[in-house]
């Protein structure tokens, strides 16, 4: 007995190796969070530049009331914000509200006396498609970007 706790003593000294094993075993964690990060960076750029076209169309439409029926240059003006990234669908709607609240249908006739308030919204969408797939989740998602903003008359 006195010879094996000798024996296990004399392992405690030797730490050779010891840092190697350390390394292996905290090195697939790192890697993961690495990739974590830079899979999260690449998201968040991708939503940002979603919204922003969104923002994009939405400022080409609202600089006049006949920009505003442009479908196709607020298209065009949030594809040209978005040059990294390929924009999905890109819908516009239009709608209308007297200054005191009422409900309009953007007829001159709506308001009588009143101002009709033009309100321009443009929603953009992306797919995002991850570089590494991690099991469970999914390899692809889908990003929206909104902007709502009156026209200028």
């Known amino acids: ?40 960076g690449r998201m968040s750029f991708a939503a940002i530049e979603v919204s922003n076209a969104a923002m994009a169309g939405v400022q080409y439409g609202v600089q006049n009331p006949a920009d505003a029926a442009d479908l196709t240059g607020i298209q ?43 309100i321009l919204t443009v929603n953009t969408q992306a797919q995002f498609n991850s570089i590494f797939k991690v099991p469970g989740l999914s390899n692809s998602f889908s990003l929206k970007g909104r902007a709502v903003q009156k026209v200028i008359q």
Do not use: W
């Open 1 to 40: 007995m006195f010879t094996m706790i000798k024996r296990l003593l004399s392992f405690k000294g030797n730490e050779r190796g010891s840092a190697l094993v350390e390394f292996g075993l905290c090195m697939p964690i790192l890697m993961s969070l690495l990739i974590g990060a830079v899979e999260y």
């Open 76 to 118: 065009n003006a949030a594809a040209a914000d978005a040059p990294d990234i390929t924009l999905g669908t890109t819908s516009t709607s239009v709608s209308c509200i007297c200054s005191d609240g009422s409900a309009s249908t953007c007829q001159s006739t709506d308001c009588p006396g009143k101002h009709i308030e033009t």
